[in-house]
Protein backbone atom coordinates (compact mmCIF):
# COMPACT_ATOMS: atom_id res chain seq x y z
CA UNK A 1 0.00 0.00 0.00
CA UNK A 2 1.71 3.30 -1.34
CA UNK A 3 -1.22 5.66 -1.00
CA UNK A 4 -2.10 8.48 1.20
CA UNK A 5 -5.66 8.83 1.29
CA UNK A 6 -7.02 12.40 1.34
CA UNK A 7 -10.56 13.64 2.45
CA UNK A 8 -12.88 14.79 0.97
CA UNK A 9 -11.78 15.89 -1.92
CA UNK A 10 -13.90 18.95 -2.65
CA UNK A 11 -14.90 21.55 0.17
CA UNK A 12 -16.73 24.68 -0.29
CA UNK A 13 -17.12 26.55 2.92
CA UNK A 14 -18.61 29.73 3.94
CA UNK A 15 -16.11 32.50 6.18
CA UNK A 16 -17.62 31.60 9.28
CA UNK A 17 -17.60 27.51 9.04
CA UNK A 18 -15.56 24.98 11.34
CA UNK A 19 -14.44 22.63 8.87
CA UNK A 20 -11.70 19.69 9.00
CA UNK A 21 -9.27 17.92 6.25
CA UNK A 22 -8.31 14.50 6.88
CA UNK A 23 -4.96 12.42 5.70
CA UNK A 24 -4.33 8.96 5.97
CA UNK A 25 -1.13 6.22 5.32
CA UNK A 26 -0.48 3.02 6.16
CA UNK A 27 3.06 3.01 4.72
CA UNK A 28 4.39 3.19 8.44
CA UNK A 29 5.57 6.80 7.37
CA UNK A 30 6.82 9.12 10.50
CA UNK A 31 6.60 12.21 8.87
CA UNK A 32 3.65 13.72 7.50
CA UNK A 33 2.72 17.58 5.65
CA UNK A 34 0.31 19.68 5.06
CA UNK A 35 1.23 21.97 1.88
CA UNK A 36 -0.96 24.17 0.09
CA UNK A 37 -0.98 24.97 -3.56
CA UNK A 38 -2.63 28.09 -5.54
CA UNK A 39 -2.70 27.74 -9.30
CA UNK A 40 -0.09 27.55 -11.24
CA UNK A 41 2.59 27.51 -8.46
CA UNK A 42 4.39 24.82 -6.35
CA UNK A 43 3.27 23.30 -3.49
CA UNK A 44 4.01 25.88 -0.26
CA UNK A 45 4.69 24.51 2.61
CA UNK A 46 2.53 24.90 6.05
CA UNK A 47 3.46 22.00 8.44
CA UNK A 48 5.51 19.00 9.33
CA UNK A 49 5.08 16.70 11.98
CA UNK A 50 7.89 14.03 12.69
CA UNK A 51 6.97 11.38 14.93
CA UNK A 52 3.62 12.83 15.83
CA UNK A 53 5.28 15.98 17.00
CA UNK A 54 5.12 19.39 15.23
CA UNK A 55 8.22 20.01 13.64
CA UNK A 56 7.29 22.88 11.29
CA UNK A 57 5.26 25.45 11.62
CA UNK A 58 5.38 27.79 8.16
CA UNK A 59 4.26 31.48 10.07
CA UNK A 60 0.74 29.77 8.75
CA UNK A 61 -2.19 32.17 10.29
CA UNK A 62 -4.26 30.24 13.47
CA UNK A 63 -7.21 30.08 11.39
CA UNK A 64 -5.26 26.91 10.17
CA UNK A 65 -4.93 24.38 13.33
CA UNK A 66 -3.23 20.79 12.17
CA UNK A 67 -3.79 17.97 14.22
CA UNK A 68 -1.77 14.75 14.72
CA UNK A 69 -3.71 12.02 16.33
CA UNK A 70 -1.29 9.21 15.85
CA UNK A 71 1.51 8.62 13.20
CA UNK A 72 -0.94 7.40 10.81
CA UNK A 73 -3.39 10.52 10.61
CA UNK A 74 -2.64 13.69 9.77
CA UNK A 75 -6.08 16.39 9.83
CA UNK A 76 -6.26 20.51 9.48
CA UNK A 77 -8.89 21.99 11.14
CA UNK A 78 -9.97 25.22 9.26
CA UNK A 79 -11.87 28.09 10.82
CA UNK A 80 -13.00 31.45 9.57
CA UNK A 81 -11.22 31.14 6.73
CA UNK A 82 -10.99 34.08 3.99
CA UNK A 83 -11.58 33.97 0.72
CA UNK A 84 -7.59 33.76 -0.70
CA UNK A 85 -7.52 30.34 1.25
CA UNK A 86 -9.13 28.97 -1.82
CA UNK A 87 -6.73 26.49 -3.11
CA UNK A 88 -5.60 23.10 -3.26
CA UNK A 89 -4.53 20.71 -0.20
CA UNK A 90 -2.10 18.46 -0.30
CA UNK A 91 -0.90 15.98 2.04
CA UNK A 92 2.12 14.06 1.99
CA UNK A 93 4.54 11.40 3.94
CA UNK A 94 8.10 10.15 4.04
CA UNK A 95 9.75 7.88 6.10
CA UNK A 96 11.66 8.85 9.05
CA UNK A 97 15.02 8.95 10.43
CA UNK A 98 16.81 6.77 7.66
CA UNK A 99 19.68 8.82 7.38
CA UNK A 100 19.21 10.32 3.95
CA UNK A 101 17.04 11.15 1.36
CA UNK A 102 13.81 10.25 0.70
CA UNK A 103 10.51 10.77 -1.90
CA UNK A 104 7.84 12.61 -0.96
CA UNK A 105 4.22 10.57 -1.01
CA UNK A 106 1.55 12.98 -2.20
CA UNK A 107 -2.29 12.71 -1.75
CA UNK A 108 -4.39 13.58 -4.78
CA UNK A 109 -5.31 16.97 -2.56
CA UNK A 110 -8.48 18.64 -1.33
CA UNK A 111 -9.64 21.25 -3.17
CA UNK A 112 -11.15 24.04 -0.73
CA UNK A 113 -12.99 26.94 -2.11
CA UNK A 114 -13.81 29.76 0.27
CA UNK A 115 -16.97 31.82 -0.46
CA UNK B 1 20.19 27.50 1.78
CA UNK B 2 18.89 25.68 -0.89
CA UNK B 3 17.21 26.92 -4.40
CA UNK B 4 15.73 25.48 -7.34
CA UNK B 5 14.91 27.86 -11.12
CA UNK B 6 13.06 26.41 -13.70
CA UNK B 7 13.38 29.17 -16.38
CA UNK B 8 10.64 27.80 -18.59
CA UNK B 9 7.38 28.47 -17.08
CA UNK B 10 5.55 26.33 -20.18
CA UNK B 11 7.38 24.27 -23.09
CA UNK B 12 4.72 23.46 -25.82
CA UNK B 13 6.14 20.45 -28.10
CA UNK B 14 4.97 18.35 -30.51
CA UNK B 15 3.64 14.39 -30.14
CA UNK B 16 6.82 12.00 -31.01
CA UNK B 17 9.08 14.68 -30.62
CA UNK B 18 12.51 15.24 -27.67
CA UNK B 19 11.84 17.35 -25.20
CA UNK B 20 14.15 18.87 -22.39
CA UNK B 21 13.13 20.62 -19.06
CA UNK B 22 15.39 22.99 -17.11
CA UNK B 23 16.23 22.57 -13.65
CA UNK B 24 19.33 24.41 -12.21
CA UNK B 25 20.11 24.48 -8.33
CA UNK B 26 21.85 26.21 -5.45
CA UNK B 27 23.27 24.66 -2.33
CA UNK B 28 25.88 25.21 0.35
CA UNK B 29 25.54 21.46 1.19
CA UNK B 30 25.74 18.13 -0.41
CA UNK B 31 22.49 17.98 -3.03
CA UNK B 32 19.79 15.31 -3.11
CA UNK B 33 18.00 16.30 -6.71
CA UNK B 34 14.00 14.81 -7.56
CA UNK B 35 11.81 15.65 -10.20
CA UNK B 36 8.00 15.57 -9.62
CA UNK B 37 4.93 15.39 -11.76
CA UNK B 38 1.45 16.76 -11.49
CA UNK B 39 -0.74 15.42 -13.65
CA UNK B 40 -4.17 17.01 -13.92
CA UNK B 41 -6.09 17.60 -10.81
CA UNK B 42 -4.40 15.48 -9.13
CA UNK B 43 -1.15 15.29 -6.28
CA UNK B 44 2.79 15.24 -7.01
CA UNK B 45 4.27 11.63 -8.21
CA UNK B 46 8.09 11.03 -7.91
CA UNK B 47 9.65 10.82 -11.61
CA UNK B 48 13.27 10.42 -10.99
CA UNK B 49 15.72 11.26 -8.27
CA UNK B 50 20.09 11.66 -8.39
CA UNK B 51 21.27 10.56 -4.90
CA UNK B 52 24.28 9.32 -5.60
CA UNK B 53 26.55 7.29 -8.30
CA UNK B 54 25.75 7.51 -11.53
CA UNK B 55 25.38 10.74 -12.74
CA UNK B 56 22.33 9.56 -15.39
CA UNK B 57 19.09 8.34 -13.50
CA UNK B 58 15.60 7.29 -15.58
CA UNK B 59 12.20 6.83 -15.05
CA UNK B 60 10.20 3.94 -16.13
CA UNK B 61 8.32 5.95 -18.46
CA UNK B 62 11.03 7.01 -20.89
CA UNK B 63 12.29 10.32 -18.73
CA UNK B 64 16.17 10.58 -17.74
CA UNK B 65 17.85 13.38 -16.14
CA UNK B 66 21.39 14.34 -15.66
CA UNK B 67 23.31 15.31 -12.95
CA UNK B 68 26.01 18.22 -14.01
CA UNK B 69 27.61 19.33 -10.87
CA UNK B 70 29.82 21.96 -12.54
CA UNK B 71 26.81 23.50 -14.36
CA UNK B 72 24.74 22.64 -11.33
CA UNK B 73 21.52 21.26 -12.92
CA UNK B 74 19.85 18.74 -13.30
CA UNK B 75 17.51 18.79 -16.80
CA UNK B 76 15.13 16.41 -17.56
CA UNK B 77 14.55 14.84 -20.97
CA UNK B 78 12.47 12.27 -22.98
CA UNK B 79 13.70 11.38 -26.48
CA UNK B 80 9.58 10.81 -27.82
CA UNK B 81 6.74 12.84 -25.95
CA UNK B 82 3.34 11.15 -25.04
CA UNK B 83 0.42 13.18 -25.25
CA UNK B 84 -0.02 11.41 -21.51
CA UNK B 85 2.91 13.25 -20.75
CA UNK B 86 1.35 16.72 -20.83
CA UNK B 87 1.58 17.46 -16.90
CA UNK B 88 3.61 20.03 -14.56
CA UNK B 89 7.11 19.18 -13.79
CA UNK B 90 8.64 20.11 -10.56
CA UNK B 91 12.51 19.97 -9.49
CA UNK B 92 13.20 19.54 -6.13
CA UNK B 93 15.89 19.76 -3.94
CA UNK B 94 15.92 17.32 -1.00
CA UNK B 95 17.93 18.04 2.51
CA UNK B 96 17.42 15.72 5.10
CA UNK B 97 16.33 16.78 8.21
CA UNK B 98 16.98 13.96 10.84
CA UNK B 99 12.93 12.81 11.03
CA UNK B 100 11.56 14.80 7.99
CA UNK B 101 12.53 16.05 4.48
CA UNK B 102 12.93 19.94 4.10
CA UNK B 103 12.28 20.08 0.56
CA UNK B 104 12.67 23.06 -1.95
CA UNK B 105 10.16 23.61 -5.54
CA UNK B 106 11.20 25.04 -8.56
CA UNK B 107 8.52 27.10 -9.45
CA UNK B 108 7.46 24.30 -12.26
CA UNK B 109 7.14 23.75 -15.80
CA UNK B 110 4.13 22.94 -17.87
CA UNK B 111 4.42 20.30 -20.20
CA UNK B 112 2.10 20.63 -23.27
CA UNK B 113 1.82 17.72 -25.91
CA UNK B 114 0.35 18.93 -28.83
CA UNK B 115 -1.09 16.35 -31.25
Known amino acids: DTEVTQTPKHLVMGMTNKKSLKCEQH?????MYWYKQKAKKPPELMFVYSYEKLSINESVPSRFSPECPNSSLLNLHLHALQPEDSALYLC??????????????FGEGSRLTVL | AQSVTQLDSQVPVFEEAPVELRCNYSSSVSVYLFWYVQYPNQGLQLLLKYLSGSTLVESINGFEAEFNKSQTSFHLRKPSVHISDTAEYFC?????????????FGTGTKLQVIP
Open chain 1, 92 to 105: ASSQGITGGPGELF
Open chain 2, 92 to 104: AVHLPRGGYQKVT
Open chain 1, 27 to 31: MGHRA
